[in-house]
């Protein structure tokens, strides 16, 4: 008798393409063990739930900044940054939250031991301003990436976050979009 292999989405197999496929191979996990945690917010860690409510709450930073390590680090690694501590990582948090109020992201994920990889999506109006860029006018902004978490008890001790700044630079009318078509996948 012949074992039907499970069906993977596309949108599973883009990200184990990306950030989420090199953190799967890490933690020496297969397409098919991720396809069967498609996690709920019933089976993740605390931390993961309020770290998605303190991202939606668009507050002073004070909620994000309770669940870091004291030694906590975040790489934002389109922007090439290194953040050391809850409290420089909190004010990063406030000026995205600055530059699109609105915000809300929705998190899918998964968790192995003390790693979570975690696939979201961004939606927003940019009235504010990121560093660097131009000031906002209203523009709509939807944005996908993925973080990937070293969890230490009830905290987390190291972010990684890869996203798509390409998009967002175009979305805000900071670079033009490209009109060449993209390879697609085969």
Known sequence: ?????????RRLAMAQAG??????GLLGRTAAS????DATPDTRPPVLV?????WNANDDGSQFASLLTPDVVWED????????????CAEYYVNQIQATPDLKTQYTGFVA????VAEWTNHGTYTGQFPGMPQGTGQPVAFRGVDIFTIEGDKLSRIITYYDL???????????ACDVAATPVP
């Not at 991720?34 to 945690?37: G, K, R, W």
């Open 166 to 176: 390409s998009s967002l630079h175009t979305q805000i009318g900071f670079t033009q």
């Open 19 to 24: 950030a989420a496929g090199l953190a799967i």
């Open 34 to 37: 991720v396809a069967a945690q």
């Open 50 to 54: 309020a770290f998605e409510a303190a």
């Open 113 to 116: 031991g003390n790693q979570a």
């Open 1 to 9: 008798m012949e074992t039907e292999r499970p069906r993977v989405s």
């Open 77 to 88: 690694v389109p922007n090439g940054l290194l953040i050391h501590g809850p409290e420089a």
